[in-house]
């Protein structure tokens, strides 16, 4: 089945210290999500992105979608502690007339403080 | 206004027994989905149900699950005779007919079954 390719599995930074994170399709896809799961808990939006090329900010989290349709990244500037949880990429896979959700396997986020 | 509500939040069922799962869409949202996450790993997707209807099944595997979203009440997902391999968290989401940002997808709590 289709596959994207996240990474990194896992980040340990510092309080303070910007986060970048990408995902990556060997298929075109025109929706990428970006979600945030705190442990327990459903995925929560963060950023959806509908255009290639487009850059859309929500506070400190600025994401883009990849001119070509396969990739997009996540970037996180001045993380705090509470964003400590696993970010997931996901893509709107049309099979039929609404889509279902894709999803990367997660980048786990440690901050420390 | 609430967001997607499932219940229960954790199940706990002995190998053979049945699972049911509940999910109350968002207000006004008469699409559902219903994924799968099993540790460490994204989530999966299992089903996509509106009012009364199956619209895309392909996620589900084809023997002892089943899912439905009658006209009135929640979308369950039963799983029949239970085993091991089904402990997993299991997620409803819920959204508006697209396109674009009317069908974001918005997501419940989870039900966490544990099969024994």
């Known amino acids: 089945g289709q596959q994207l390719n996240q990474s990194p599995q896992s980040m340990f930074i510092q309080e303070g210290e910007d986060v970048s994170m990408n995902c990556t399709s060997s298929?075109?896809?025109?929706?990428w999500l970006w979600y945030k799961q705190d442990p327990g808990e459903g995925p929560v939006l963060l950023i959806a992105?509908?255009?290639?090329?487009e850059l859309t900010s929500n506070g400190r989290l600025t994401a883009q979608f990849g001119i070509t349709r396969k990739d997009s990244f996540l970037n996180i500037s001045a993380s705090i502690p509470s964003d400590v949880g696993i970010y997931f990429c996901a893509v709107l896979n049309y099979g039929g007339s609404q889509g279902n959700l894709i999803f990367g396997k997660g980048t786990k986020l440690s901050v420390k403080p | 206004n609430a967001g997607v509500m499932q219940n229960p939040r954790h199940l706990v069922r002995r190998r053979g027994q049945e699972a049911r799962l509940r999910c109350s869409p968002m207000k006004g949202h008469s699409h559902v989905y219903w994924y799968r996450q099993l540790p460490e790993e994204g989530l999966k997707f299992m089903v996509y149900?509106?009012?009364?209807?199956?619209?895309?099944e392909s996620g589900m595997p084809k023997e002892r699950f089943s899912a439905e979203f009658p006209k009135e009440g929640p979308s369950i997902l039963r799983i029949q005779q239970v085993v091991r391999g089904d402990s997993a968290a299991y997620f409803c989401?819920?959204?508006?007919?697209?396109?674009?940002?009317?069908?974001?997808?918005?997501f419940g709590p989870g039900t966490r079954l544990l099969v024994l």
């Open positions: 149900l509106q009012k009364e209807n199956i619209i895309d």
């Open positions: 992105l509908y255009k290639a090329g």
């Open positions: 298929s075109i896809f025109n929706t």
């Open positions: 989401a819920s959204s508006l007919p697209g396109p674009g940002l009317s069908e974001t997808q918005y």
